[in-house]
């Protein structure tokens, strides 16, 4: 029988960890803004897919995984810095129209922009600690290393919880596109870039200073 209590917490922690505004929810929040609901809430599936792998990797204890991840951190953090710059200089002078249609965005431009979200998730290797250290303090996980039923509950309640908030933020942004006039979407893809670029930036310091 299910364990509707502990799926519920992994639903909270799902949101709990796809909320907070970081380079992903600009991203999505740009292409709900350019796109429409669609096409933000594809990108949006990419960290869906790159927090619940991380939260399946800390509830099933998988070490050899998380000890992969960890050595080929620096990579990833290269990859992921030059991924957001590329970009955040691309926005800068775009200037999207809300009257053009959802279906102006392409499924290769939707898959790429999925996977590029998945990337940045997994170049956050405080993502996977911080999974592992929530985890382990719940008497399921922790006291109970072995217990699969649990972790695979609790990994369904983050893949739930990440689902729910990108189709509200998806929807939201969607919903109020058409209302925004051209000079604040110019400010808007001025202000993702730079954040973008500067977030790229801190992470690509971070890992050359890992190298030297």
Do not use: Q
């Not at 509830?59 to 990833?76: D, K, Q, V, W």
């Not at 959802?102 to 939707?110: A, L």
């Amino acid at each position: 029988m299910l364990d509707w209590g502990l799926i519920g917490i992994g639903i909270g922690i799902g949101v709990a960890v796809a909320a907070p505004m970081g380079p992903v929810n600009i991203m999505v929040i740009h292409r709900g803004v350019r796109h429409g609901f669609v096409s933000a809430f594809v990108a949006g599936l990419g960290a869906v897919v790159g927090d619940t792998l991380y939260a399946a990797i800390a509830a099933f204890g998988i070490t050899s995984i998380s000890n992969a991840i960890t050595e080929h951190l620096t990579l990833l953090k290269i990859i992921g810095g030059f991924l957001l710059i590329g970009f955040g200089l691309s926005l800068i002078p775009r200037t999207p129209h809300p009257e053009e249609g959802e279906e102006e965005d392409t499924r290769p431009s939707m898959f790429a922009a999925a996977v590029s979200t998945f990337i940045l998730c997994v170049t956050n290797p405080a993502l996977l600690l911080g999974f592992a250290a929530v985890f382990t303090g719940l008497d399921e996980i922790g006291r109970a290393p072995d217990n699969y039923t649990s972790a695979a509950e609790l990994t369904f309640g983050v893949l739930v919880g990440g689902l729910i908030w990108w189709l509200l933020l998806s929807s939201a942004v969607a919903h109020f596109r058409t209302k925004i006039t051209v000079p604040w979407l110019r400010s808007i893809n001025a202000l993702a870039g730079i954040a973008l670029s500067v977030l790229g930036g801190l992470l690509l310091a971070d890992a050359f200073l890992n190298i030297w």
